[in-house]
């Protein structure tokens, strides 16, 4: 069974500053594809960023970049130019890239907390 | 696009009676369901996968009597908490796999269920 370990409960950062989450995981499957969602007190699940095992190149998305280690099962999340509105709850989370049903589902870590200090 | 839509967002019910949660698809078939359940402070533990026309697939602990999911059709899954207890407060959130050529799933605003 795959594992998602979130290391950090909680964070803080300095408005404007730039904050690195990080996230391990472990599977035995070769193809996969990683995300991380963030929760808002709303409690509303957003997907930040995802990234395809298979890919070399690490995603970004604005101010938001990963970076996946494969090798090392490691797969980090910087926020840059940090803004108030980023601070919630930051989930990492691993889904096979298997076919069918529950292959599709979500394994998640623990969570890192995010706080934005203005 | 890929929203969506759970209902209700909040509902308090009294011990022992049951109360229904739905999960719609606004603008999308979703093939694939889940029931997630998440404590405060916790993160989101998948209770059971939900397939359009078939049976749920249960997370290994998690009732099936108490937790009833129907998958009816393409836009609707519904999660059943039946004879309900104080100790199944939480707060649940529903996601839909946009099939074929997404490759996330898509979240529900969560339903928070108080038992008193």
């Known amino acids: 069974a795959q594992t998602v370990t979130q290391s950090q409960p909680e964070m803080s950062v300095q408005e404007a500053e730039t904050v690195t989450l990080s996230c391990t995981y472990d599977t035995s499957e070769s193809d996969y594809y990683l995300f991380w969602y963030k929760q808002p007190p709303s409690r509303q699940m957003i997907l930040v960023i995802r990234?395809?095992?298979?890919?070399?190149q690490n995603a970004t998305e604005n101010r938001f970049s990963v970076n996946f280690q494969k090798a090392a099962k490691s797969f980090s999340l910087k926020i840059s130019d940090s803004q108030l509105g980023d601070a919630a709850m930051y989930f990492c989370a691993y889904r096979s890239a298997r076919s069918g049903g529950s292959n599709y589902k979500l394994t998640f870590g623990k969570g890192t907390l995010l706080t934005v200090n203005p | 696009g890929a929203v969506v839509s759970q209902h209700p967002s909040r509902v308090i019910c009294k011990s022992g009676t049951s109360v229904k949660i739905e999960c719609r698809s606004l603008d999308f078939q979703a093939t694939t369901m889940f029931w997630y359940r998440q404590f405060p402070k916790q993160s989101l533990m998948l209770m059971a996968t939900s397939n359009e026309g078939s049976k749920a697939t249960y997370e290994q602990g998690v009732e099936k009597d108490k937790f009833l999911i129907n998958h009816a059709s393409l836009t609707l899954s519904t999660l059943t908490v039946t004879s309900a207890h104080p100790e199944d407060s939480s707060f649940y959130i529903c996601?839909?796999?946009?099939?074929?050529?997404?490759?996330?799933?898509?979240f529900g605003q969560g339903t928070r269920l108080t038992v008193v």
């Open positions: 990234q395809e095992a298979y890919k070399q």
């Open positions: 996601s839909a796999r946009w099939d074929p050529h997404r490759t996330e799933a898509f």
